[in-house]
């Protein structure tokens, strides 16, 4: 809400770690919008993750990472 209010844009990459249950089990900022803010949003968002697309068969029952961007216009 915050950068929001403030009119803050940007984008983020998020490193996210996906459990063989097709979860999100860890995520890490990778490239940094420049602010905080959304860096910090980012990152909980994908951690927040829930119903997921099933991974595809080559991905299924191991983990793995994804670069996820995430971009915050207004």
């Not at 844009?9 to 803010?37: F, M, T």
């Not at 983990?63 to 216009?73: S, W």
């Amino acid at each position: 809400r915050e950068a929001l209010r403030r009119g803050i844009e940007g984008k983020v990459l998020v490193e996210a770690d996906i459990g063989r249950d097709g979860q999100v089990k860890d995520a890490r900022l990778l490239e940094s919008s420049g602010s905080p803010l959304l860096d910090q949003a980012a990152v909980r968002k994908v951690l927040a993750a829930r119903d997921l697309p099933v991974p595809p068969p080559g991905l299924r029952d191991r983990d793995f990472r994804i670069g996820v961007p995430i971009i915050f216009r207004i």
